[in-house]
């Protein structure tokens, strides 16, 4: 039998999402697949997404890549989580550390007792018992296996997203994957409706047996060209435009990402090896854009590098992400604001369908309809997630933050507060991304307090309650306390990092 010829997956774009779909599929499809990527050097990219989650540390290692090289290579630092500051209300702070607050005794989770000591008095701050949190507020950080008592503490990465781009760009060419310059003009169709080829300027053709679609909000292929519609979410975020500016560094880099509300949004800092990423999030029906600038520029720790970059979107995804024989992935399957640090992650999670789900000859609408299934899933929860933070807000008599306390929110989302504020449980469905960790944390920081907590947390006596509790917070706080700083981590990292190798 004649070796058949390989099969080709074309990439439309390039950016973070394109170029790290180039690369897993270079690392992991076999020599019956060729992977060719179009993009314009003339057309740019958001590059927004510069904070992860830890579950980039799996996408890395699947790669093979060093963190040792990756993160001077990426101008990166380390993430242990996300500190929330004046959600509440001015003034107010809380921390979203990765991880597990506490540990549970028996079959109840932690904060059941934290509750009860919360309500008697004798609690501390919930972060306080969380080591994530400790290491996080004292610039701290180390690499450790995990030995009770003292607890595993996942990290995931602040990078440059270009660089990252470019890392990966290396990484994929090096792998067999072929790079195409230039402006789509069209998108050829064959008879059965699929995508044939694309059509680039100086008349040259790009075809294939699967696309994927990296294009940005546009979604050139699988918008413009196949007519899948978008579904809108600004009634429940209606944040629709955002600017983003680098900053001078000041200091050592924090180990985590900030999010601080504004009178009409929320401003990100984003803290890297070489600037510091800025950027405010925001509604245009509650704030001009001349007077976003102003207040993004007002609040930067360090000088300006570059004016503000505008970006406008509309929160929301796709009606399909895979519509005939082409996936979209990253901005043009849909937009969450950065809130949480979902973007990349996102990117992450669709190819890892796309994968999984990999055709062996023609597409199987089975398959297509599995594959949407789950994204929905993904972004609906993730949508309920960050509406969750600014539903809770209590900073009456800003009209933006007003609405957001009063809307009609969606029915899961309903469905899992009303647990929540009945007996402290947390409900999760279907592998939904952020678990009781998050959950809790963001509850318990955003004082949405909940009215009893499982009657099991009762059994222990007060004093045994409270040596428990110093237990716990006494482990979190020597192990923090013991760990270098930060920035010297960085330092000792760049020191011994050898050049970049794929």
Same mark, same amino acid.
């Given at each position: 039998m004649?070796? %058949?010829?390989?099969?080709?997956? +074309?990439?439309?774009?390039?950016?973070?999402?394109?170029w790290?779909t180039?690369?897993?599929?270079s690392r992991?499809?076999?020599?019956?697949? @060729?992977?060719?990527?179009?993009?314009?050097?003339?057309?740019?990219?958001?590059?927004?997404?510069?904070?992860?989650?830890?579950?980039?540390?799996? $996408?890395n290692?699947?790669?093979?890549?060093?963190?040792a090289?990756?993160?001077?290579a990426?101008?990166?630092t380390?993430?242990?989580?996300?500190?929330?500051q004046?959600?509440? @209300?001015?003034?107010h702070?809380?921390?979203?550390?990765?991880?597990?607050?506490?540990?549970?005794?028996?079959?109840?989770?932690?904060?059941?007792?934290?509750l009860?000591?919360?309500?008697a008095?004798?609690?501390?701050?919930?972060?306080?018992?969380s080591?994530?949190?400790?290491?996080?507020?004292?610039? @701290?950080?180390?690499?450790?296996?995990a030995?009770?008592?003292?607890?595993?503490?996942p990290?995931?990465?602040?990078?440059?997203?270009?660089?990252?781009?470019?890392?990966?760009?290396?990484?994929?060419?090096?792998?067999?994957?072929? @790079?195409?310059?230039?402006?789509?003009?069209?998108?050829?169709?064959?008879?059965?409706?699929?995508?044939?080829?694309?059509?680039?300027?100086?008349?040259?053709?790009?075809?294939?047996? =699967?696309?994927?679609?990296?294009?940005?909000?546009?979604?050139?292929?699988?918008?413009?060209?196949?007519?899948?519609?978008?579904?809108?979410?600004?009634?429940? =975020?209606?944040?629709d435009?955002?600017?983003?500016?680098?900053?001078?560094?000041?200091?050592?880099?924090?180990?985590?990402?900030?999010a601080?509300?504004?009178?009409?949004?929320?401003?990100?800092?984003?803290?890297? %090896?070489?600037?510091?990423?800025?950027?405010?999030?925001?509604?245009?029906?509650?704030?001009?854009?001349?007077a976003?600038?102003?207040?993004?520029?007002?609040?930067?720790?360090?000088?300006?590098l570059?004016?503000?970059?505008?970006?406008r979107?509309?929160?929301?995804?796709?009606?399909?992400?895979?519509?005939?024989?082409?996936?979209?992935?990253?901005?043009?399957?849909?937009?969450?604001?950065?809130?949480?640090?979902?973007?990349i992650?996102l990117?992450?999670?669709?190819?890892?369908?796309?994968?999984?789900? =990999?055709?062996?000859?023609?597409?199987?609408?089975?398959?297509?309809?599995?594959?949407?299934?789950?994204?929905?899933?993904?972004?609906?929860r993730?949508?309920?997630?960050?509406?969750?933070?600014?539903?809770?807000?209590?900073?009456?008599?800003?009209?933006?933050?007003?609405?957001?306390?009063?809307? +009609?929110?969606?029915?899961?989302?309903a469905?899992?507060?009303?647990?929540?504020?009945?007996?402290?449980r947390?409900s999760?469905?279907?592998?939904?991304?952020?678990?009781?960790?998050?959950?809790?944390?963001?509850?318990?920081?955003?004082?949405?307090?909940?009215?009893?907590?499982?009657?099991?947390?009762?059994?222990?006596?007060?004093?045994?309650?409270?040596?428990?509790?110093?237990?716990?917070?006494?482990?979190?706080?020597?192990?923090?306390?013991?760990?270098?700083?930060?920035?010297? $981590?960085?330092?000792?990292?760049?020191?011994?990092?050898?050049?970049?190798?794929?």
């Amino acid at each position: 039998m004649s070796e %058949q010829p390989p099969r080709t997956i +074309v990439i439309a774009g390039g950016g973070t999402a394109g170029w790290m779909t180039a690369a897993a599929l270079s690392r992991f499809l076999g020599k019956g697949w @060729r992977i060719e990527l179009v993009e314009s050097d003339a057309i740019g990219t958001v590059g927004v997404g510069e904070a992860t989650i830890p579950q980039i540390r799996l $996408f890395n290692a699947g790669l093979g890549i060093d963190e040792a090289d990756f993160l001077p290579a990426t101008q990166g630092t380390i993430k242990l989580g996300i500190a929330f500051q004046d959600w509440v @209300r001015p003034g107010h702070r809380y921390l979203h550390g990765f991880g597990q607050v506490g540990r549970a005794l028996g079959l109840t989770p932690f904060h059941h007792f934290w509750l009860r000591a919360r309500s008697a008095g004798q609690a501390r701050p919930f972060g306080d018992y969380s080591l994530n949190n400790m290491a996080a507020e004292s610039g @701290r950080f180390a690499r450790f296996e995990a030995q009770p008592p003292v607890p595993d503490m996942p990290y995931a990465y602040h990078f440059d997203a270009a660089l990252y781009a470019a890392y990966l760009r290396t990484y994929a060419e090096a792998r067999g994957v072929q @790079r195409h310059e230039g402006r789509i003009l069209s998108v050829e169709r064959a008879s059965d409706g699929n995508i044939a080829a694309l059509r680039l300027d100086g008349d040259r053709r790009v075809a294939g047996a =699967l696309f994927i679609d990296c294009t940005g909000f546009g979604g050139l292929l699988i918008g413009e060209a196949l007519g899948v519609s978008y579904i809108d979410w600004g009634h429940w =975020l209606p944040c629709d435009r955002a600017l983003a500016v680098p900053s001078a560094i000041s200091g050592d880099p924090a180990p985590y990402t900030q999010a601080t509300t504004r009178a009409a949004g929320w401003q990100w800092r984003i803290p890297l %090896q070489h600037r510091t990423g800025n950027g405010l999030v925001y509604s245009s029906a509650h704030l001009s854009d001349d007077a976003a600038a102003a207040m993004l520029l007002k609040h930067l720790d360090g000088e300006a590098l570059s004016d503000p970059r505008p970006l406008r979107f509309t929160t929301g995804k796709r009606a399909s992400f895979w519509h005939r024989n082409c996936v979209a992935v990253g901005l043009a399957s849909g937009f969450l604001e950065p809130l949480e640090s979902t973007s990349i992650h996102l990117i992450q999670t669709a190819i890892a369908r796309i994968l999984s789900f =990999l055709p062996q000859g023609a597409i199987d609408e089975a398959d297509r309809a599995e594959y949407n299934r789950l994204t929905h899933v993904e972004y609906d929860r993730i949508r309920d997630f960050l509406i969750l933070h600014y539903h809770a807000n209590q900073r009456v008599g800003e009209p933006l933050w007003d609405a957001m306390r009063a809307m +009609v929110l969606p029915e899961e989302l309903a469905r899992k507060l009303a647990l929540w504020r009945a007996s402290a449980r947390i409900s999760r469905r279907d592998e939904e991304l952020f678990a009781e960790p998050g959950w809790t944390q963001v509850l318990i920081g955003q004082e949405m307090l909940p009215q009893a907590w499982h009657p099991l947390a009762d059994e222990p006596s007060d004093a045994d309650l409270d040596q428990f509790l110093n237990t716990v917070a006494g482990v979190a706080a020597r192990a923090s306390a013991a760990m270098p700083a930060h920035g010297d $981590f960085l330092r000792r990292l760049g020191a011994h990092s050898s050049k970049v190798s794929v």
